[in-house]
């Protein structure tokens, strides 16, 4: 390559790295609805914010990233800065913001995991014990984390002045007052630095609330598991974003039910109103909400014996239901509460409050779903989740006719692994697998363990050469990662097998074929990518 032709690669590798920080900053603004709320000055910004995304790619030639952006400004010259925005309108922009994540993780598909992260803000690592920063910065950079290893003080310092870093991780002994340094540095910032502080020794409380004080987001004390940090640090840098909570609000008073909406919906939070108690249950069924906010005193049911009938139906047994009513007799409140209730709102309530309460119930709500359906070990979806996901895409792909590869993958010789180092570090490897591959794939992607050693992938809008080549450059990096127990380093490679759907196909029939290609690089000598369409040569 001429050196004219590499100046032109590292400029559109530049740009590329600017337009996927600003559509980052476009995801992070509208993640953060629920805490400052639909007001102008939060508004101002994050139309500005889209406009600057839409003419950046447009100017560089990015033109999925360039359409979806465009469709996010279109829907903010609709609103209204000084109006919070109905529930459809705020799905109709979160569905802009996913597009853009989804068109911009896409455009990194043909860039190694090195070429994604460089130009990233760096990772300071401050670390007494220097060849411990540098096994982290060493593991970090495979997962596309830039970290910047710093030995004193003045270091720090010199670096801060020159870049404040996406974060910090800091050993409490770090020139013998780390946390007291970091709470000093934090003192002078207008925005926070987040920190993951580690201590060999078991701190004591007081360094517990010193941490806190200095904005630690984390302790981890005596050995570094990298995997969690690793995992902990990359949300820094994910253009994934969760889902808005859902409500559901049940009250025969339109004006009452308009009002608790409204202010729900200045969170961000999504709404759907039911004025007829004997509409719930479809609602709920197609509405899917996290939480329900319900009046007590309806013409034709109360709302103790509606919450008994929504607890009657097994699988919405666990949906938070609280209760909005003027019933200021304790008795009463603490018997509807009993009555398949979690809390009671008396009114009026501030807004302030309403959000906040809806807000808890639904984060808890959310994360007791998610242990359900996700594998303990990784935090990725379950086999039988997976296969329902599987099912619900090959559904849907009979309107939508785009490609959807199913990719099967085995970790070579595990119980080698296993058998010779130890479930420890076997159970290390798998961490690292799955971390490596929600790294590496898009936020429309569904990530699966499968069982045991196997994991399982589905890609939406993916054709079996693009899937073919994403599959090989991550199979290529992970067999480059040193996997550490203790004083203990290996090396594992994995293999992999891919389908495409067919015409008049179902997903047990796509799977079996994915299956079929594994079994394939399994026995053509692993650590290699196999596909379905191959075996019929």
């Not at 100046?7 to 953060?32: D, P």
């Not at 455009?107 to 992260?117: F, L, T, Y």
């Not at 990725?380 to 939508?400: G, I, P, W, Y």
């Amino acid at each position: 390559m001429s050196d004219k032709q590499q100046q032109l690669t590292q400029l559109k590798l530049h740009f590329a790295r600017r337009i996927y920080e600003q559509a980052r900053n476009i995801v992070n603004r509208w993640g953060q609805l629920a805490q400052v709320h639909w007001q102008e000055v939060w508004f101002n910004d994050f139309a500005q914010a889209a406009g600057k995304l839409r003419n950046l790619a447009e100017r560089h030639d990015f033109g999925p990233l360039a359409e979806a952006a465009q469709q996010l400004t279109d829907l903010l010259a609709l609103a209204d800065a000084h109006t919070t925005p109905s529930s459809e309108v705020l799905e109709d922009l979160n569905t802009a913001i996913g597009q853009i994540a989804v068109a911009c993780s896409r455009a990194n598909d043909n860039m190694a995991i090195q070429q994604v992260s460089a130009g990233r803000k760096p990772v300071y690592l401050c670390f007494s014990n220097a060849d411990q920063a540098a096994l982290l910065n060493e593991q970090m950079a495979f997962f596309g984390i830039p970290a910047q290893s710093l030995a004193t003080r003045a270091d720090l310092d010199k670096a801060i002045l020159s870049r404040l870093p996406a974060a910090m991780v800091v050993d409490t002994q770090f020139t013998y007052q780390g946390v007291a340094l970091v709470a000093d540095l934090q003192q002078d910032l207008r925005v926070p630095i987040p920190v993951i502080f580690y201590s060999e020794e078991p701190p004591t409380v007081a360094t517990r609330l010193a941490v806190v004080r200095a904005n630690g987001i984390a302790l981890y004390v005596g050995q570094v598991d990298a995997d969690v940090l690793i995992e902990q640090l990359i949300s820094a840098y994910s253009l994934r974003s969760d889902p808005p909570f859902r409500v559901l609000v049940v009250d025969d008073s339109r004006a009452q039910a308009r009002y608790a909406e409204k202010t729900l919906n200045s969170a961000g939070l999504f709404t759907r109103n039911v004025n007829d108690p004997f509409e719930v249950l479809d609602v709920i069924e197609s509405f899917n909400p996290d939480a329900i906010l319900m009046d007590m005193y309806m013409p034709l049911c109360m709302g103790p014996e509606l919450a008994q009938v929504i607890r009657q139906q097994g699988k919405y047994d666990a949906i938070p239901i609280l209760y909005l009513s003027a019933e200021s007799d304790i008795e009463k409140q603490l018997d509807a509460v009993g009555q398949g209730g979690d809390d009671f709102l008396t009114k009026p309530v501030a807004q302030n409050v309403l959000i906040a309460t809806v807000l808890n119930r639904c984060r808890r709500y959310r994360g007791l779903r998610a242990q359900m359906i996700r594998d303990g070990l990784t935090g990725l979806v379950d086999h039988h989740n997976t296969l329902e996901e599987l099912a619900k895409l090959v559904s849907q792909n009979t309107e939508t006719r785009l490609p959807l590869t199913f990719v099967m993958i085995d970790l070579d010789r595990f119980k080698q692994v296993n058998d010779n180092y130890g479930h420890g570090m076997g159970d290390r490897v798998i961490r690292a697998l799955a971390l490596y591959l929600k790294q590496r794939f898009r936020l429309s992607d569904v990530i699966g363990r499968y069982g045991g050693e196997e994991f399982a992938v589905i890609l939406p809008d993916t054709d079996e050469a693009t899937a073919a080549m994403l599959l090989d450059e991550v199979r290529s990096g992970f067999e480059q990662l040193t996997h550490r127990d203790g004083q203990v380093e290996i090396h594992v490679t994995f293999s992999a097998g891919l389908a495409t759907l067919e015409p008049g196909e179902d997903s047990s029939t796509l799977a079996q074929r994915a299956d079929l290609a594994l079994y394939r690089a399994k026995s053509n000598g692993r650590n290699q990518i196999a596909v379905a369409s191959d075996l019929a040569d």
